[in-house]
């Protein structure tokens, strides 16, 4: 009876310093006061931890602690990467060529959520004060989906740098052709690789492949490129890897479609840090005689 009496006081006692050492350990954890408000703190997609949002946008996006890239807007890539000033070209091609149930009020709704007419943007701008045509995607439109309109503004992009002897950058970001299109999405790839081909026999083409660049894109004009850079742990690819795997029934490495991993078996040529990828952008037009 004694023996079991002791054994209950000293689970109460056990249970007791239990108690004690995590209100200690709540009262030194670092915890965001109530009185901040949401918008000034960031959770880092990566590793969850708390950034101030005013460091972590002036630090593009790239998390101080675990190096996550978040994804940008196209627009904030723009400002990332070109000089002051910059000529937004192929606004007024709109096209929507079939009926798709629903499609109209989803375009809407991405037009509303993101200020933009489309999920992809083409610019004449300067890089250090080189001209280059440059085209950013934009994953917060419909995922960066590449339907008409966005292939017929890459295509009239390519043509304007062949035109006019200018190098030519894509930034890609993309989970696909839209399904909402059809066929027609998937015409945009063969379209896009020809623009490219004939533009390819004079001009210099970078791809910058972004997290994720899946799908059509990956397979079509994001692997044309003379040099193709990624950004750390993007990742890019065809199919999904769930797909494949059920596909081959065999297990895939952990670190299949990064960035990390095509930069091994040679698809990509560099990974560069957003930090240093304007300089770097500049560096290798300045190589290849752009002035």
Do not use: W
């Not at 931890?49 to 890239?69: F, G, Q, S």
């Not at 015409?187 to 004079?202: D, G, H, I, N, Y």
């Not at 890897?241 to 040679?266: C, D, S």
């Amino acid at each position: 009876m004694e023996n079991s009496f002791n054994k209950r006081k000293q689970e109460i006692l056990e249970f007791n310093t239990a108690m004690e050492e995590l209100n200690l350990r709540k009262k030194y954890a670092p915890q965001v006061p109530k009185e901040i408000p949401d918008d000034l703190i960031v959770k880092c997609p990566g590793c969850a931890r708390l950034i101030l949002k005013d460091n972590y946008i002036l630090d593009h996006k790239v998390c101080p602690y675990c190096n996550h890239h978040g994804r940008l807007t196209s627009r904030e890539r723009i400002i990332d990467v070109l000089d002051l000033g910059y000529q937004e070209l192929f606004t007024r091609i709109k096209e929507n060529y079939l009926d798709f149930p629903d499609y109209e009020n989803k375009l809407e709704k991405a037009k509303k959520a993101t200020g933009e007419d489309e999920s992809v943007m083409c610019v004449l701008g300067k890089i250090n004060g080189i001209s280059v045509c440059v085209g950013v995607m934009d994953s917060f439109f419909m995922m960066g989906s590449m339907g008409s309109v966005c292939g017929e503004r890459i295509t009239k992009l390519i043509e304007y740098a062949t035109e006019k002897n200018l190098p030519l950058i894509l930034f890609t970001t993309s989970g696909g052709a839209r399904m909402q299109e059809g066929v027609i999405s998937l015409f945009q790839m063969a379209k896009t690789s020809q623009a490219l081909a004939r533009f390819k026999e004079k001009g210099l083409y970078i791809a910058v492949l972004t997290d994720p660049t899946t799908g059509g894109v990956s397979a079509s004009f994001a692997s044309l490129a003379d040099i193709t850079i990624a950004e750390p742990n993007a990742l890019i690819g065809f199919a999904g890897k769930r797909v494949i795997e059920r596909t081959i029934k065999e297990t895939l490495p952990k670190e299949f479609q990064t960035a990390e991993f095509l930069l091994e078996k040679g698809y990509l040529d560099m990974i560069s840090d957003r930090k240093d990828l304007k300089n770097t952008l500049s560096t290798l037009l300045k190589l290849h005689n752009y002035k």
